[in-house]
């Protein structure tokens, strides 16, 4: 138990066409409503740029909006002007989004983010009125070496660096491992913890204090399906997951949302 309000999140990646998604946003929050909220929980769907608002208007339709959220998965760190192709904070905000992905393993490795492009986006996504969703995470080469401490503490320095109190308490940092992306690999529910207490939320304390960290909220996403959720859920410090491909399918989402 914790008194963090645990956020069970679906990172769709680049899948659903707006019709998809839409009819797959009515099912599912049909069933979540008939589930009930679970106490203490918060649910938010992330699909592509092109979907947001067919979700963002299924969400407000069915009135389960005050604990089912919309996110985008990225964003761009200016805020208008000559970049084709990006998307700037306050468009996300405008379209209905509360939260953003920023710096998932995809965007870093397949798309060249570094740390500093990523220290932007969550500036500009703060500046946004948005709640960055920050993934942190070792490579299997960086995990083979030992230096997945290394790794994450640098990344989570860079970050954050510049950012208050109240900036960090409210944001969202999600463990990561690259190799268990996608993979249908876990880290086990054990190693997750001891990264997220021991290596995150203790690098939150040394850079920004003990207020933040206590509240910071820190997700573990990583091959999480119906079946291995709970294990993960029942550690004390494991604020929520972030889901890849089970979020997909409105009974393996409904189900991971329920151990939530
Ligand atoms: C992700 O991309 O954030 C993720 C965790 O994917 P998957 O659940 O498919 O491993």
């Known amino acids: 138990a914790t008194h963090r309000t645990r956020l069970m999140a679906g990172n769709w990646k680049m899948n659903k066409v707006p ?3 839409r009819a797959f946003t009515r099912q599912l929050l049909g069933r979540l409503e008939a589930a009930g909220r679970p106490e203490g929980v918060e649910v ?67 798309f060249g983010e570094s740390d500093e492009t990523v220290a932007r986006k969550v500036k500009a996504a703060f500046s946004a009125g948005l709640v960055p969703i920050l993934c942190v995470g070792e490579t299997i080469d960086q995990r083979r070496q030992g230096q997945t401490e290394a790794v994450i503490r640098r990344q ?41 207490q021991q290596v995150i939320r203790q690098r939150v304390r040394e850079l920004t204090g003990q207020a933040a960290a206590e509240r910071v909220r820190i997700q573990y996403g990583g091959s999480v399906n119906a079946t291995n959720i709970a294990d993960f859920m029942a550690l004390d410090g494991i604020d929520g997951a972030l889901v890849g491909g089970a979020s997909l399918k409105v009974d393996s989402f409904t189900a991971i949302v329920a151990a939530g």
Do not use: K
């Not at 699909?47 to 089912?68: C, K, M, N, Q, R």
């Not at 990006?86 to 905000?93: I, S, Y």
């Not at 960090?168 to 001891?194: F, L």
């Open 44 to 110: 938010l769907l992330c699909p592509p740029f092109p979907a947001l608002t067919a979700v963002h208007e299924e969400i407000v339709a069915s009135g389960a909006g005050d604990w089912v959220q919309l996110g985008a998965q990225n964003l761009y760190f200016e805020t208008h002007g000559a970049f084709t192709g990006e998307v700037a904070g306050p468009m996300l905000a405008d379209a209905g989004c509360r939260y953003v992905i920023v710096g998932h393993s995809e965007r870093r490795h397949l």
């Open 156 to 196: 989570l320095e860079v970050a954050l660096e510049g950012l208050d109190e109240a900036a960090v308490a409210g944001m969202v940092i999600a463990y990561e491992p690259v190799w268990a992306i996608g993979t249908g690999e876990n880290a086990t529910p054990e190693e997750a913890h001891r990264v997220i």
């Open 19 to 21: 019709s998809e998604a």
